[in-house]
């Protein structure tokens, strides 16, 4: 079954300083991979996706992430985190018998001044 | 562009009530979709459509209905409330071009109802 993982419930981070949020994945076939970003009492914002191609992803606000084939990870960074950064992130991946999104149970990015 | 909108923004219902979460799209997408979102839950699908008049079952469909009777619309009926309907509930949206697999398409989100259920 097509799945992903967020190992971390919460990251801290203080402003300035570089993030990562963790996300693993399980898919048979190429992934199609997705980050959204949820802030409080919003719905969920669209921040980049995998499709093919380079492994490094450019996506908004001036996040970014890293396909890595061999470690079927997906991990999000961002070189400077800034306090508005403090939100919900959720990983997700296409199921290739469904053609759905399947989320990861989020990770909450805290930035601290 | 109002993009994806949803109604209510809060409602509490009794046990055994029922009600309708409406949701609207302005920017002529053909796939909808229904979540609901419980805390360290991530995401599950309720129902989606891939156009007016096509509905079809996601994750968890028990204790739900959809409609789907124009493109812009897509609202989702709760018969006989209970209290494990409770939960944030998003709809969302996004542009497919034909049928079939290989989706890469961007779904967008509403902003969400929050239903909570006594």
């Known amino acids: 079954a097509q799945s992903v993982a967020q190992p971390e419930d919460q990251v801290n981070v203080a402003e300035g300083n570089p993030l990562t949020v963790k996300c693993t994945y399980s898919?048979?076939?190429?992934?199609?991979l997705f980050w959204y970003v949820q802030y409080p009492n919003r719905g969920l914002q669209f921040l980049l996706k995998?499709?093919?191609?380079?492994?490094l992803v450019k996506g908004s606000y001036g996040f970014e992430a890293e396909f890595n084939k061999s470690q079927t990870s997906f991990h999000l960074k961002k070189p400077s985190a800034l306090v508005s950064d403090s939100a919900l992130y959720f990983c997700?991946?296409?199921?290739?018998?469904?053609?759905?999104?399947?989320f990861g149970t989020g990770t909450r990015l805290q930035v601290f001044p | 562009n109002a993009g994806v909108t949803q109604t209510p923004k809060f409602r509490i219902l009794k046990i055994g009530q029922s009600m309708t979460l409406q949701c609207t799209q302005d920017?002529?997408?053909?796939?909808m979709y229904w979540y609901r979102q419980d805390p360290g839950m991530g995401l599950k699908l309720i129902y989606y459509?891939?156009?007016?008049?096509?509905?079809d079952k996601g994750e968890v469909p028990n204790g739900y209905n959809v409609s789907r009777s124009t493109t812009e619309d897509f609202p989702l009926r709760l018969e006989l409330a209970a209290p494990s309907q409770t939960s944030v509930y998003f709809c969302?949206?996004?542009?497919?071009?034909?049928?079939?697999?290989?989706?890469?398409?961007?779904?967008?989100f509403g902003p969400g109802t929050r239903l909570t259920v006594l």
């Open positions: 459509s891939v156009g007016a008049g096509i509905t």
């Open positions: 997700a991946v296409r199921d290739v018998n469904t053609d759905k999104l399947i």
């Open positions: 969302a949206s996004s542009y497919r071009r034909g049928s079939g697999g290989g989706s890469t398409d961007t779904q967008y």
């Open positions: 920017m002529n997408h053909n796939y």
């Open positions: 898919v048979s076939g190429n992934p199609y």
């Open positions: 995998y499709i093919t191609g380079d492994n």
